[in-house]
């Protein structure tokens, strides 16, 4: 109830704005106009064909990042050697934003699929190693010291006692960066973009279109929240021991 509660309270905010006349609609269209700004999109642009094309960019992407990335950060947060070699380039890398990338993309890529896909793999895949690392490292050493008293290797230490003890969290960490994911996919589809939700909000930017705007920025948060609901459940009906269900 309170959840529901903030949410009709800015709405009803919006709407005293708004149909009041105190914000221009050029600026903060009403919640009608919004709606209708929806139904031409779906009507007379094909709106559903740009939902599907980011939807596709940033699966992807993120599929990719994440096939790479969780492997790679289970070891380094296994083996030292392993953290060694790899921590200081990744943790550099990471604090450098995505979007700076996009001119060398272009020039080495191209501004086809796999220059958005690229994008939405470099702002996701650091940050998903390091964490992966960080959540396999926390694991309780109490636990490691009694599968080597019991004569486990390395190798089945990871097998039996490191990978059941952090995937709860790994799978955590993999709902988290699908989060940032969805913000990358502006960035993705900004430049040299001719379709993607992300071109239709620069170009109604351009004819000034605000309600345009404003349904494509709710459109992806609405996927971004479904997406997240989805791993959420998923995650705990997967795991319910460690949620102590």
């Known amino acids: 109830m309170i959840s529901i509660t903030s949410i009709v309270l800015l709405f009803a905010l919006w709407s005293l704005l708004t149909y009041s006349g105190l ?5 903060l269209p009403t919640p009608t106009d919004i709606f209708q700004s929806g139904v031409v999109l779906f009507t007379e642009y094909g709106f559903v064909g740009d939902i599907t094309v980011t939807v596709y960019r940033v699966l992807v992407g993120f599929a990719a ?3 790479i990335g969780v492997p790679l ?3 380094m947060g296994t083996f030292k050697a392993v953290e060694a070699f790899f921590e200081p380039v990744i943790s550099a890398i990471r604090y450098m934003p995505a979007s700076a990338f996009i001119p060398l993309f272009i020039l080495w890529i191209g ?3 796999l220059e958005k896909v690229t994008i939405i793999f470099v702002g996701t895949f650091f940050s998903l ?17 009694a599968a080597y008293t019991l004569g486990r290797s390395n190798f089945g230490v990871l097998r039996s006692v490191i990978l059941p003890a952090s995937i709860p969290g790994i799978m955590e960490i993999i ?5 940032w994911a969805w913000s990358y996919i502006i960035v993705a589809e900004l430049v040299a973009s001719s379709s993607g ?3 239709l909000i620069l170009e109604s930017q351009r004819m ?3 309600g345009n705007i404003i349904f494509g920025i709710l459109t992806i948060g609405v996927l971004g929240l479904l997406s997240d609901l989805f791993l959420k459940v998923a995650i705990r009906k997967a795991f319910p021991w460690h949620y102590g269900r």
């Not at 190693?129 to 490691?144: D, F, I, P």
């Open 208 to 210: 000034l279109k605000t």
């Open 65 to 67: 990042a994440a096939i």
């Open 23 to 27: 914000v221009d609609s050029l600026f």
């Open 175 to 179: 709902r988290l960066i699908l989060g």
């Open 111 to 113: 501004v086809g699929e």
């Open 197 to 199: 939700i992300g071109s």
């Open 73 to 75: 950060g289970i070891f």
């Open 129 to 145: 190693v390091l964490m992966t690392a960080v959540e396999v490292g926390n694991v309780r050493k109490e636990l490691l010291e």
